[in-house]
């Protein structure tokens, strides 16, 4: 049976990123899931992601689910790992406050895989003390993070908080799951 990937999408620009991601966690015998934060829709549309996942989209926190009432605990129980790609200044906190506000940060916190964050930003945000106190906070519960790397940034500057190479995340997704 395939191993099941929430992949939570943020309103990073970098979520372009995600699309190309989807098919080579496909391409290594996962199945996707997606869910979008509201800030994400504004840069693609969850249909894209739902062709590309082969699978419904989740974005709404109080949907109707014929099999079961709570969106966000069936998605928490039903994934082996969620992966945040990209996590943005916003996500993190919003972790690491105790926020569970939408249906993604509601999914965190009611699952027992692992979490990953693929933190996408610019090199201020990404330096600021309270990011990289969030940061901090998270790795010492657990929650792992994946880059960012020094790159090219939306802003057109190069720093530090650019999303990790593609393949560092899938390496890093195959090492977790095995």
Do not use: W
């Amino acid at each position: 049976m395939k191993k099941e990937i929430i992949l939570g999408v943020t309103g990073s620009i970098a979520i372009y990123k995600s699309l190309e991601l989807i098919n080579l966690l496909k391409n290594k015998g996962f199945n996707i899931t997606v869910i979008m934060t509201k800030e994400a829709e504004e840069l693609i549309k969850p249909l894209t992601f739902q062709v590309v996942s082969e699978n419904p989209v989740f974005r709404e926190m109080f949907l109707p689910v014929k099999e079961n009432a709570l969106l966000h605990i069936h998605l928490a129980d039903k994934g082996d790992l969620i992966l945040i790609c990209p996590a943005t200044a916003n996500i993190i906190g919003k972790i690491a406050g105790g926020i569970s506000d939408d249906l993604l940060t509601c999914t965190i916190f009611s699952t027992k895989a692992p979490v990953i964050f693929c933190p996408a930003m610019n090199t201020q945000m990404y330096k600021n003390k309270i990011v990289q106190e969030n940061i901090r906070k998270l790795e010492k519960m657990g929650y792992e993070f994946i880059g960012p790397v020094k790159g090219r940034l939306a802003c057109g500057k190069v720093g530090l908080g650019h999303l990790a190479p593609l393949e560092m995340i899938v390496e890093g997704v195959l090492k977790k799951l095995g």
